[in-house]
Protein backbone atom coordinates (compact mmCIF):
# COMPACT_ATOMS: atom_id res chain seq x y z
CA UNK A 1 0.00 0.00 0.00
CA UNK A 2 2.61 2.28 0.99
CA UNK A 3 4.16 1.60 -2.04
CA UNK A 4 1.38 2.72 -4.31
CA UNK A 5 1.22 5.75 -2.40
CA UNK A 6 4.74 6.83 -3.20
CA UNK A 7 4.02 5.46 -6.95
CA UNK A 8 0.77 7.78 -6.95
CA UNK A 9 2.68 10.80 -5.30
CA UNK A 10 5.49 10.18 -7.88
CA UNK A 11 3.32 10.11 -10.77
CA UNK A 12 1.57 13.24 -9.37
CA UNK A 13 4.65 15.30 -8.87
CA UNK A 14 5.87 14.38 -12.54
CA UNK A 15 2.46 15.52 -13.66
CA UNK A 16 2.22 18.85 -12.12
CA UNK A 17 5.86 19.70 -13.13
CA UNK A 18 5.16 18.80 -16.85
CA UNK A 19 2.16 21.52 -16.97
CA UNK A 20 5.08 24.38 -15.29
CA UNK A 21 6.94 23.97 -18.14
CA UNK A 22 4.02 25.56 -20.53
CA UNK A 23 2.40 28.18 -18.49
CA UNK A 24 5.74 29.85 -18.33
CA UNK A 25 4.83 31.61 -21.53
CA UNK A 26 4.49 35.39 -22.47
CA UNK A 27 2.34 36.55 -24.77
CA UNK A 28 2.90 39.61 -26.50
CA UNK A 29 0.52 41.48 -29.04
CA UNK A 30 3.34 43.74 -30.82
CA UNK A 31 3.98 45.82 -34.08
CA UNK A 32 5.48 43.61 -37.06
CA UNK A 33 8.91 43.37 -37.24
CA UNK A 34 9.37 45.07 -34.00
CA UNK A 35 11.26 42.58 -32.32
CA UNK A 36 14.67 40.86 -33.94
CA UNK A 37 14.28 36.88 -33.06
CA UNK A 38 17.55 37.80 -31.27
CA UNK A 39 15.98 39.98 -28.50
CA UNK A 40 13.05 37.45 -28.32
CA UNK A 41 16.05 34.46 -27.57
CA UNK A 42 18.05 36.58 -25.35
CA UNK A 43 15.06 37.45 -22.95
CA UNK A 44 13.89 33.60 -23.03
CA UNK A 45 17.07 32.40 -21.49
CA UNK A 46 16.87 34.93 -19.33
CA UNK A 47 13.41 34.47 -17.79
CA UNK A 48 13.74 31.06 -18.35
CA UNK A 49 9.79 31.40 -20.55
CA UNK A 50 9.16 31.03 -23.66
CA UNK A 51 7.64 34.12 -25.89
CA UNK A 52 4.78 33.70 -28.32
CA UNK A 53 3.93 36.74 -30.52
CA UNK A 54 0.95 38.15 -32.34
CA UNK A 55 0.76 40.69 -34.83
CA UNK A 56 -1.20 44.15 -35.76
CA UNK A 57 -0.26 46.43 -38.39
CA UNK A 58 -2.14 49.77 -36.57
CA UNK A 59 -3.26 50.92 -33.11
CA UNK A 60 -7.07 50.93 -34.55
CA UNK A 61 -6.76 46.82 -35.33
CA UNK A 62 -5.37 46.50 -32.11
CA UNK A 63 -7.99 49.02 -30.17
CA UNK A 64 -10.47 47.18 -31.65
CA UNK A 65 -9.61 43.45 -31.10
CA UNK A 66 -9.21 44.46 -27.14
CA UNK A 67 -12.34 46.45 -26.71
CA UNK A 68 -14.18 43.22 -28.21
CA UNK A 69 -12.91 41.30 -25.40
CA UNK A 70 -9.94 39.20 -26.79
CA UNK A 71 -8.38 37.45 -24.21
CA UNK A 72 -4.90 36.15 -24.03
CA UNK A 73 -2.37 38.80 -24.18
CA UNK A 74 0.02 39.90 -21.50
CA UNK A 75 1.10 42.92 -23.32
CA UNK A 76 0.90 45.15 -25.80
CA UNK A 77 2.58 47.86 -27.68
CA UNK A 78 0.69 51.09 -28.05
CA UNK A 79 1.28 54.00 -29.51
CA UNK A 80 1.02 57.43 -27.23
CA UNK A 81 -2.16 58.38 -28.92
CA UNK A 82 -4.29 55.76 -28.36
CA UNK A 83 -3.29 55.17 -24.41
CA UNK A 84 -5.92 57.56 -23.04
CA UNK A 85 -8.64 55.95 -24.58
CA UNK A 86 -7.69 52.40 -23.51
CA UNK A 87 -6.76 53.69 -19.82
CA UNK A 88 -10.50 54.81 -20.12
CA UNK A 89 -11.47 51.52 -22.02
CA UNK A 90 -9.71 49.62 -18.55
CA UNK A 91 -7.57 47.93 -21.22
CA UNK A 92 -4.69 48.12 -19.33
CA UNK A 93 -3.81 47.57 -16.03
CA UNK A 94 -1.17 49.57 -13.84
CA UNK A 95 2.16 49.46 -13.48
CA UNK A 96 3.95 48.13 -10.65
CA UNK A 97 7.12 50.01 -10.75
CA UNK A 98 9.09 48.23 -7.98
CA UNK A 99 9.46 45.04 -10.96
CA UNK A 100 11.07 47.98 -13.16
CA UNK A 101 14.02 48.74 -11.72
CA UNK A 102 15.37 49.96 -15.62
CA UNK A 103 13.28 52.70 -15.15
CA UNK A 104 16.10 54.67 -14.10
CA UNK A 105 17.67 54.31 -17.25
CA UNK A 106 14.88 55.94 -19.44
CA UNK A 107 15.90 59.52 -20.03
CA UNK A 108 13.78 62.30 -18.21
CA UNK A 109 12.40 64.34 -21.18
CA UNK A 110 10.34 60.91 -22.06
CA UNK A 111 9.02 60.32 -18.40
CA UNK A 112 5.72 61.28 -16.77
CA UNK A 113 4.31 61.91 -20.39
CA UNK A 114 0.61 64.12 -20.91
CA UNK A 115 -0.96 60.69 -21.97
CA UNK A 116 -0.20 58.79 -19.12
CA UNK A 117 1.52 60.89 -16.19
CA UNK A 118 3.68 59.29 -13.78
CA UNK A 119 4.10 56.44 -16.33
CA UNK A 120 1.22 54.74 -14.16
CA UNK A 121 0.34 52.43 -17.48
CA UNK A 122 2.68 53.04 -19.77
CA UNK A 123 6.66 52.94 -20.40
CA UNK A 124 7.76 54.32 -23.84
CA UNK A 125 9.93 51.96 -26.29
CA UNK A 126 10.08 53.27 -29.24
CA UNK A 127 9.92 56.68 -31.16
CA UNK A 128 9.46 58.18 -34.71
CA UNK A 129 10.08 61.40 -35.48
CA UNK A 130 7.56 62.66 -37.91
CA UNK A 131 10.10 64.74 -40.55
CA UNK A 132 11.67 64.97 -43.24
CA UNK A 133 13.79 62.83 -45.40
CA UNK A 134 15.81 63.45 -48.71
CA UNK A 135 18.04 62.67 -51.67
CA UNK A 136 21.10 64.39 -50.02
CA UNK A 137 23.16 64.80 -53.20
CA UNK A 138 19.96 66.76 -55.22
CA UNK A 139 19.06 68.86 -52.61
CA UNK A 140 22.77 69.75 -52.56
CA UNK A 141 22.53 70.40 -56.16
CA UNK A 142 19.54 72.58 -55.65
CA UNK A 143 20.77 74.62 -52.77
CA UNK A 144 17.89 73.78 -50.66
CA UNK A 145 17.84 73.37 -46.80
CA UNK A 146 15.82 70.51 -45.41
CA UNK A 147 15.92 71.58 -41.80
CA UNK A 148 13.08 73.79 -42.35
CA UNK A 149 9.37 73.06 -42.85
CA UNK A 150 9.70 75.15 -46.38
CA UNK A 151 11.19 72.51 -47.94
CA UNK A 152 6.91 70.74 -47.70
CA UNK A 153 5.22 74.10 -48.08
CA UNK A 154 7.12 76.96 -49.43
CA UNK A 155 5.66 77.28 -53.52
CA UNK A 156 9.06 79.58 -54.18
CA UNK A 157 11.38 76.02 -53.05
CA UNK A 158 8.62 73.92 -54.12
CA UNK A 159 9.36 75.15 -57.75
CA UNK A 160 12.40 73.24 -57.96
CA UNK A 161 11.09 69.85 -56.53
CA UNK A 162 7.70 69.96 -58.50
CA UNK A 163 6.94 66.48 -58.96
CA UNK A 164 9.39 65.12 -56.24
CA UNK A 165 7.51 65.72 -53.33
CA UNK A 166 5.30 63.39 -51.21
CA UNK A 167 3.52 63.58 -48.08
CA UNK A 168 2.14 61.10 -45.26
CA UNK A 169 -1.88 60.57 -46.15
CA UNK A 170 -2.37 61.57 -42.64
CA UNK A 171 -4.77 64.77 -41.56
CA UNK A 172 -3.12 64.55 -37.98
CA UNK A 173 0.46 64.51 -39.37
CA UNK A 174 0.34 66.79 -42.49
CA UNK A 175 -1.32 69.84 -40.15
CA UNK A 176 0.57 69.46 -37.07
CA UNK A 177 3.85 69.92 -39.66
CA UNK A 178 1.89 72.81 -41.32
CA UNK A 179 1.64 74.28 -37.77
CA UNK A 180 4.53 73.76 -37.23
CA UNK A 181 6.17 75.83 -40.35
CA UNK A 182 3.79 78.50 -39.28
CA UNK A 183 5.17 78.74 -35.62
CA UNK A 184 2.12 77.32 -33.69
CA UNK A 185 1.98 74.40 -31.02
CA UNK A 186 -0.20 71.68 -32.94
CA UNK A 187 -1.53 70.67 -29.30
CA UNK A 188 -2.69 74.67 -28.84
CA UNK A 189 -3.83 75.25 -32.00
CA UNK A 190 -7.13 77.29 -32.21
CA UNK A 191 -9.87 77.27 -35.54
CA UNK A 192 -7.95 80.17 -36.93
CA UNK A 193 -4.77 78.43 -36.64
CA UNK A 194 -6.40 75.66 -38.18
CA UNK A 195 -7.48 77.92 -41.65
CA UNK A 196 -4.01 79.13 -41.33
CA UNK A 197 -2.45 75.27 -41.93
CA UNK A 198 -4.81 74.44 -44.26
CA UNK A 199 -4.53 77.48 -46.89
CA UNK A 200 -0.69 76.59 -46.47
CA UNK A 201 -1.63 72.85 -47.35
CA UNK A 202 -3.57 73.79 -50.02
CA UNK A 203 -0.57 76.10 -51.90
CA UNK A 204 1.57 73.49 -50.99
CA UNK A 205 -0.22 70.54 -52.48
CA UNK A 206 0.12 71.46 -56.73
CA UNK A 207 3.73 70.69 -56.24
CA UNK A 208 3.60 67.38 -54.44
CA UNK A 209 3.21 63.82 -56.47
CA UNK A 210 1.34 62.37 -53.71
CA UNK A 211 -0.27 61.55 -50.24
CA UNK A 212 1.81 58.37 -49.29
CA UNK A 213 2.04 56.38 -46.27
CA UNK A 214 3.59 53.07 -47.75
CA UNK A 215 5.32 53.66 -51.37
CA UNK A 216 7.44 56.48 -50.30
CA UNK A 217 10.22 54.48 -48.40
CA UNK A 218 10.80 52.62 -51.95
CA UNK A 219 10.11 55.62 -54.08
CA UNK A 220 12.66 57.58 -52.21
CA UNK A 221 15.34 54.77 -51.93
CA UNK A 222 15.28 54.14 -55.95
CA UNK A 223 15.60 57.87 -56.43
CA UNK A 224 11.56 58.75 -58.13
CA UNK A 225 11.25 61.46 -55.33
CA UNK A 226 13.55 63.71 -53.92
CA UNK A 227 12.25 65.03 -50.68
CA UNK A 228 9.13 63.15 -48.55
CA UNK A 229 7.26 64.09 -45.06
CA UNK A 230 7.46 61.32 -43.39
CA UNK A 231 8.73 58.98 -40.17
CA UNK A 232 12.26 58.27 -39.22
CA UNK A 233 12.05 55.10 -38.91
CA UNK A 234 10.39 54.35 -42.68
CA UNK A 235 13.69 56.99 -43.70
CA UNK A 236 15.99 55.01 -42.13
CA UNK A 237 14.92 51.88 -43.90
CA UNK A 238 15.23 53.70 -47.18
CA UNK A 239 18.28 54.56 -46.69
CA UNK A 240 19.79 50.94 -45.83
CA UNK A 241 18.19 49.97 -49.18
CA UNK A 242 19.85 52.52 -51.14
CA UNK A 243 23.38 52.07 -49.76
CA UNK A 244 22.70 48.16 -49.18
CA UNK A 245 21.88 48.44 -53.23
CA UNK A 246 25.07 50.82 -54.06
CA UNK A 247 22.94 53.92 -55.67
CA UNK A 248 25.01 56.61 -56.34
CA UNK A 249 22.99 58.85 -53.81
CA UNK A 250 22.32 58.77 -50.53
CA UNK A 251 19.06 59.38 -48.27
CA UNK A 252 19.32 61.85 -45.43
CA UNK A 253 16.69 62.35 -42.22
CA UNK A 254 17.18 65.52 -40.43
CA UNK A 255 14.75 67.07 -37.33
CA UNK A 256 13.28 70.15 -38.65
CA UNK A 257 13.88 73.60 -36.62
CA UNK A 258 10.81 75.13 -36.31
CA UNK A 259 9.63 71.77 -33.99
CA UNK A 260 8.05 68.24 -35.03
CA UNK A 261 5.78 65.69 -33.73
CA UNK A 262 7.23 62.73 -31.94
CA UNK A 263 5.57 59.17 -32.02
CA UNK A 264 5.69 57.08 -29.11
CA UNK A 265 5.20 53.45 -28.98
CA UNK A 266 4.91 52.44 -25.33
CA UNK A 267 5.27 48.93 -23.63
CA UNK A 268 1.99 48.41 -21.48
CA UNK A 269 0.59 45.35 -19.63
CA UNK A 270 -3.35 44.26 -20.64
CA UNK A 271 -6.07 44.21 -17.67
CA UNK A 272 -6.54 40.61 -18.77
CA UNK A 273 -3.19 39.45 -18.71
CA UNK A 274 -2.19 36.16 -17.27
CA UNK A 275 1.26 36.70 -16.74
CA UNK A 276 1.80 40.18 -15.41
CA UNK A 277 5.36 39.28 -13.55
CA UNK A 278 6.44 38.07 -17.17
CA UNK A 279 5.39 41.31 -18.81
CA UNK A 280 7.08 43.29 -16.07
CA UNK A 281 10.21 41.47 -16.46
CA UNK A 282 10.33 41.94 -20.60
CA UNK A 283 9.63 45.50 -19.76
CA UNK A 284 12.72 45.83 -17.36
CA UNK A 285 14.71 43.56 -19.34
CA UNK A 286 14.23 46.19 -22.68
CA UNK A 287 15.27 49.06 -20.23
CA UNK A 288 18.56 47.62 -20.42
CA UNK A 289 20.80 49.86 -22.52
CA UNK A 290 22.58 46.94 -24.41
CA UNK A 291 19.36 45.46 -25.33
CA UNK A 292 17.40 48.63 -25.78
CA UNK A 293 19.95 49.94 -28.28
CA UNK A 294 19.70 46.47 -30.15
CA UNK A 295 15.83 47.89 -31.42
CA UNK A 296 17.72 51.52 -32.59
CA UNK A 297 20.22 48.67 -35.02
CA UNK A 298 17.20 47.15 -35.92
CA UNK A 299 15.09 50.09 -37.20
CA UNK A 300 16.57 52.95 -36.95
CA UNK A 301 14.08 54.12 -33.95
CA UNK A 302 15.18 57.19 -31.47
CA UNK A 303 15.63 55.49 -28.17
CA UNK A 304 14.28 56.56 -24.36
CA UNK A 305 16.95 54.45 -22.79
CA UNK A 306 19.58 57.10 -21.85
CA UNK A 307 22.31 53.88 -21.42
CA UNK A 308 21.58 52.66 -24.80
CA UNK A 309 23.58 55.50 -26.64
CA UNK A 310 26.75 53.33 -25.95
CA UNK A 311 25.40 50.29 -27.60
CA UNK A 312 24.14 52.29 -30.68
CA UNK A 313 25.92 51.19 -34.36
CA UNK A 314 28.97 53.43 -35.31
CA UNK A 315 27.31 55.20 -37.73
CA UNK A 316 24.23 55.97 -36.00
CA UNK A 317 25.81 57.45 -32.72
CA UNK A 318 26.13 60.49 -34.62
CA UNK A 319 22.73 60.59 -36.51
CA UNK A 320 20.72 63.63 -35.78
CA UNK A 321 17.48 62.21 -35.29
CA UNK A 322 18.49 59.22 -33.98
CA UNK A 323 20.29 60.10 -31.30
CA UNK A 324 19.73 63.50 -30.63
CA UNK A 325 21.24 65.93 -28.12
CA UNK A 326 18.89 67.16 -25.10
CA UNK A 327 18.38 70.41 -27.21
CA UNK A 328 17.57 69.23 -30.33
CA UNK A 329 14.55 66.64 -28.67
CA UNK A 330 13.46 69.76 -26.84
CA UNK A 331 11.69 71.06 -30.08
CA UNK A 332 9.83 67.56 -30.36
CA UNK A 333 6.58 67.26 -28.98
CA UNK A 334 3.90 64.19 -28.40
CA UNK A 335 0.74 65.15 -29.77
CA UNK A 336 -2.44 65.22 -27.16
CA UNK A 337 -5.45 63.56 -27.83
CA UNK A 338 -7.98 65.62 -29.86
CA UNK A 339 -11.77 66.28 -28.51
CA UNK A 340 -14.74 64.97 -30.93
CA UNK A 341 -15.37 68.60 -31.70
CA UNK A 342 -11.41 69.05 -32.64
CA UNK A 343 -11.62 65.95 -34.79
CA UNK A 344 -14.39 67.14 -36.59
CA UNK A 345 -12.92 70.07 -37.67
CA UNK A 346 -9.78 68.64 -38.70
CA UNK A 347 -12.33 66.39 -40.91
CA UNK A 348 -13.76 68.66 -42.76
CA UNK A 349 -10.83 70.79 -43.63
CA UNK A 350 -8.65 68.05 -44.60
CA UNK A 351 -11.81 67.10 -46.88
CA UNK A 352 -10.66 70.56 -47.89
CA UNK A 353 -7.15 69.67 -48.78
CA UNK A 354 -8.19 66.69 -50.89
CA UNK A 355 -10.75 68.27 -53.35
CA UNK A 356 -8.82 71.40 -53.82
CA UNK A 357 -6.41 71.99 -57.32
Same mark, same amino acid.
Given at each position: M?????LM?????ST???Y???N???????W??SL????????????G? @???Q !??YG?NE????K???GA?G??MVF????VV?A???Q???Q??????I???????PA??????DP????T???V???????Y?V?KL????I????WS???D? @??L?K??????V???S???F?????Y??K??N????? !?M??A??V? @???????A?????????????????????YS??????????????R???I??V??????E??VD??A?T??A?R??L??Q??N????G?H?AQ?T????A????????A?F??????H??I???????? @???V?R???P??R????????E??V?R
Open positions: KKLQKLALGLSLAAGPDVLHIYNSGSDNIVKQFEQSCC @KVV !DYDEMLALAAKYDPSSFQMTKKLLPLDHRQPNLKNVAYLSPSYGNRYIPTLSLTSVGNEQQLGDPTSVIFP @KVQLKGKVTLDSREVAAALFLGDPKATEA !DRARDI @KRAKPYWAFSNASYLKQLAIGNIWVALGTEFFQASEDARLSKRFHGNSQREGNLGTMIASKPDAHFIFMLDKALNLNGTNPVSTAGFRADLKAPVNPTPEQAG @KWTLELTAERVLARMWTVKS
